[in-house]
């Protein structure tokens, strides 16, 4: 994959991880059992492995709601000057999420055997990334989604060489952006939006022509905790 320029917005060397502090730090990560009842999303601000956009909204989801299960992959990709995050921009005409910035990943189907072969279908599908050149190293917290996703977020190392493959219907562009700068907490941000009549808070983290927020920006937050060890 050919690399962009990039400018960076966090002072040199913040946050620069070897792989073996990389893995060592997402080691600590215990992936708990899946939950199925938004009524547990209270708890996640007080440490259970339930996150989601309740977190800055309270109250903002019906807890009778029946959550559909999906998986993301998280990938880090290892390139000789610093580790790289890689991201898509989904295109425009989709019906969910046009334009928006997401990890690689979609709804666990039945024939999947759980969510770490949804994300790693999920990815060949999309950016053409086969699993063998994926190496898993953790699973961040369970995420839930306005939309009624539960989503998985699994972490993986991706080491160069490899080429990708946008799918076109789906994928407008493959980007990387350092890790380095989500782990520097400057780099987020919270904005708002009005919703329905009420405002709404989301994480973001603007770096260059790119506007992450949402869902991958929650996901993105919850990796920073882990790899700068504030997650308890």
């Known amino acids: 994959m050919e690399q ?3 400018l960076r917005s966090y002072p040199l060397g913040t946050g620069l991880l070897s792989e073996t502090e990389i893995l060592r730090r997402l080691g600590r990560r215990r992936p708990a059992g899946r939950r199925s ?8 601000s007080s440490g259970s492995e339930l996150r989601g956009d309740h977190e800055l909204n309270p109250g903002l989801y019906d807890d009778s709601a029946r959550l559909r299960a999906a998986a993301v992959l998280v990938p880090i990709v290892l390139q000789a000057e610093e580790p790289q995050v890689l991201l898509t921009r989904r295109t425009a005409h989709l019906n969910d999420h046009a334009g928006q910035i997401a990890f690689p ?40 989604t306005r939309t009624g996703f539960e989503v998985t977020p699994l972490v993986g190392l991706v080491r160069p060489p490899f080429e990708l493959t946008a799918a076109p219907f789906e994928v407008a562009e493959i980007f990387e952006v350092p890790l380095a700068f989500f782990l520097n907490d400057g780099s987020r941000e919270i904005h708002s939006r009005q919703w329905r009549g009420e405002e709404r808070r989301f994480f973001v983290y603007p770096y260059q022509d790119y506007y992450i927020w949402g869902a991958t920006a929650g996901m993105l937050n919850n990796l920073a905790e882990w790899l700068n060890e504030t997650k308890a």
């Open 105 to 144: 990943g979609g709804r666990v189907d039945p024939e999947d055997a759980g969510p770490r072969e949804a994300a790693l279908r999920e990815t060949r599908e999309e950016i053409g990334l086969p699993p063998e050149r994926i190496e898993i190293i953790g699973q961040l917290d369970v995420y839930v």
């Open 4 to 6: 962009q320029s990039v």
């Open 37 to 44: 009842a938004l009524a547990t999303s209270s708890k996640a």
